[in-house]
């Protein structure tokens, strides 16, 4: 069975600070995908990175950085410089190759104050 | 393209009522689902569909129903209404039939059930 775990409930800092969203993940699978979506206040939900598990080369988009680590099952999301229009909650997943049903993180509300 | 859209945005239902929420897409994917997001709960799946007349269950599809007549629409009904039914309800589509895609969600319903 898959699990993602999002330990952090909520963090809250100030603009400009580097904060870091922790995912942590259960499978028995050797081939999965593991996602990152974006929930800002407004509700909608996007799409933000997919990696599969053959591939952990961190990526970098912007202010946005992504650290995969098999041998922790970690899937760690790092904000640099953050900004207000950052605060959302941040929802991580996984799907197994041949699976119909991704597993959701609780999510991390992430607040960003001026 | 507009994507997934969701038809209604807001909707109060007394319990025992029945209702349809409508889902539509216009990106020809064949996967699309439905999950309810509930506080500190993250993204539940209730039920999702692999192509026109292919529908089956999620975590959580007691008290739910669906089916998909075409490729475009993808319809939740609700039976019989129960307060704990109360929730923010997405759908979503992504292309192929796995859920190891990238999925397109829809602006989201919120549903009260009194």
């Known amino acids: 069975a898959q699990k993602v775990t999002q330990a952090q409930t909520e963090i809250s800092v100030v603009e400009k600070e580097d904060v870091t969203l922790d995912c942590v993940y259960e499978?028995?699978?050797?081939?999965?995908?593991l996602f990152w979506y974006k929930q800002p206040p407004s509700g909608e939900l996007v799409f933000l990175i997919r990696r599969n598990s053959f591939d952990e080369q961190n990526e970098i988009s912007g202010r946005y950085s992504w650290n995969f680590q098999k041998s922790t099952s970690s899937f760690n999301f790092t904000i640099t410089a953050s900004q207000v229009v950052d605060s959302a909650v941040y929802f991580c997943a996984l799907s197994e190759a041949r699976s119909y049903i991704p597993t959701f993180g609780r999510g991390t509300s992430l607040i960003v104050h001026p | 393209n507009a994507g997934v859209t969701q038809t209604p945005k807001f909707q109060v239902l007394k319990t025992g009522q029945s209702m349809t929420l409508q889902c539509a897409q216009d990106?020809?994917?064949?996967?699309m689902s439905w999950y309810r997001q509930d506080p500190g709960m993250g993204l539940r799946l209730i039920h999702y569909?692999?192509?026109?007349?292919?529908?089956d269950q999620g975590e959580v599809p007691n008290g739910y129903n669906v089916s998909r007549s075409t490729t475009e629409d993808f319809p939740l009904r609700l039976l019989s209404a129960a307060p704990s039914q109360t929730s923010v309800y997405f759908c979503?589509?992504?292309?192929?039939?796995?859920?190891?895609?990238?999925?397109?969600f829809g602006p989201g319903t919120r549903l009260t059930v009194l």
């Open positions: 499978t028995r699978d050797t081939t999965y995908y």
């Open positions: 990106m020809n994917h064949e996967y």
């Open positions: 569909s692999v192509g026109a007349g292919i529908t």
């Open positions: 979503a589509s992504s292309y192929g039939v796995y859920s190891y895609n990238e999925q397109f």
